[in-house]
């Protein structure tokens, strides 16, 4: 069934770009590498269930989320490959984990004692070792060798994984990087003497599954890269990798009007008109996450750049035209127009921070709308 669009305010998500980025990560990974799809934060505000269908389709062959929440859409939706959850899930939830067949990350003794003893089968649980993200996770060779000796007290709890998270692997300096590697090997020496079964192990995110390929254990953690989004300048310069960005967002004038020299536009009159000007509305604002702080902004009209004017109001924002254009004119905010193009690394940049954060602040007001474009 189509979805219906009353606003003329909408995302689109190239399906075919996430299949490409999946794809080309595949290619430079070692034969004994899989691909974990991260669809966490609804697929980086994409769509976590038609990026975890394509991403599986491409070559994935299991998905990661932050929320246990996250893993049951997934399920709800008829995708029964192995879904990780990431984040804490308190071990009274433990009993949903397994009527789902979703795994949860562990790291704490008083969860394993607070799992429900009555499990009709064992909670399967990745255990999380902090290496120096400060985050979650077990930090010492001692926290390790006590976590071991409960986890084999405890029948009802599955271990089948292993993993850390890179606080630095997207920065030009990989001194603390290699640091954590080594943090990394010190505990996995340990635990590979107190626990001989075959476990999994998975160290990388985006950003050291491009830099590092071959040297990434059982699977990697395919985040941002996967929507076509670089971590970080850095990793885009050295050029390893041909993303492609899958998330563009468009809208259309809703009115074009003709202002004189010293009106001003929206609240608190932050803007007046410099000469006679043409202003065009647009039916999007804050509340769907185009944020106040991109007045000054720009986006495409046929293919040129025109000014965001006046502040950002709830709803609706103001730009500045250089001609009289037809209400209905497509106006792109972020993608490709004729000759030009912004990238959600430019909206980033004007807002000071990083491209992950763009399409994850856009609410779900804003449709998605999946498009299978090429994209070669």
């Known amino acids: ?33 899989e691909i974990m799809a991260v669809v966490k934060a609804n697929g980086y505000g994409h769509g976590s269930v038609e990026v975890a269908q394509r991403a599986l389709q491409a070559g994935a062959t299991h998905l ?24 804490w899930v308190g071990a009274e939830h433990a009993p949903t984990a397994v009527k789902y067949n979703i795994t949860l990350t562990m790291f704490q003794e008083q969860w394993l004692e607070d ?16 290496t120096g993200m400060g985050r979650l996770g077990i930090r010492t060779v001692e926290s390790l060798k006590s976590l071991i000796k409960k986890i084999k007290q405890q029948p009802n709890v599955q271990l089948t994984g292993v993993f850390t998270h890179f606080a630095t692997a997207d920065d030009e300096d990989l001194t603390y990087f290699h640091e954590q590697r080594e943090r990394f090997q010190t505990l996995l020496d340990t635990f590979a003497k107190l626990w001989p079964e075959k476990i999994a192990l998975h160290i990388g995110n985006s950003a050291a599954s491009i830099r590092f390929p071959e040297n990434m254990y059982h699977y990697i ?10 971590p970080s300048p850095a990793v885009k310069q050295e050029q390893t990798i041909h993303l492609k960005p899958a998330f563009s967002l468009h809208s259309r004038l809703s009115h074009v009007k003709k202002v004189t020299k010293g009106d001003s536009i929206s609240y608190g009159q932050t803007y007046f008109a410099k000469e006679a000007e043409w202003i065009g509305t647009l039916p999007i604002g804050y509340a769907d996450g185009w944020t106040r702080k991109l ?8 293919g040129k750049r025109m000014p965001i004017v006046g502040r950002i109001c709830m709803d609706q924002m103001m730009i500045k035209l250089d001609q009289k254009y037809p209400v ?23 807002l000071e921070t990083i491209n992950y954060e763009i399409p994850c602040m856009l609410t779900n007001r804003i449709p998605r709308i999946y498009k299978d474009t090429d994209v070669s």
């Open 295 to 302: 007045q000054g902004f720009h986006v495409l009209v046929e």
């Open 1 to 33: 069934m189509s979805q219906q669009i009353y606003r003329d305010t909408w995302a689109e998500v190239n399906l075919q770009a996430i299949e490409h980025n999946v794809q080309a990560i595949k290619a430079q990974l070692s034969e004994t590498t």
């Open 64 to 87: 990661a989320v932050a929320l246990l929440e996250e893993a049951i859409t997934l399920r709800e939706a008829g995708i029964d490959a192995p879904i990780l959850v990431m984040g």
């Open 115 to 130: 799992v429900p003893h009555n499990l009709p089968q064992p909670v399967k649980v990745h255990m999380k070792w902090d």
């Open 328 to 350: 209905g004119t497509k106006v792109t905010l972020i993608g490709t127009q004729q000759a030009e193009e912004i990238l959600a690394d430019h909206v980033a940049h004007y």
């Open 221 to 230: 953690r395919f985040g941002v890269s996967m929507y076509g989004l670089y």
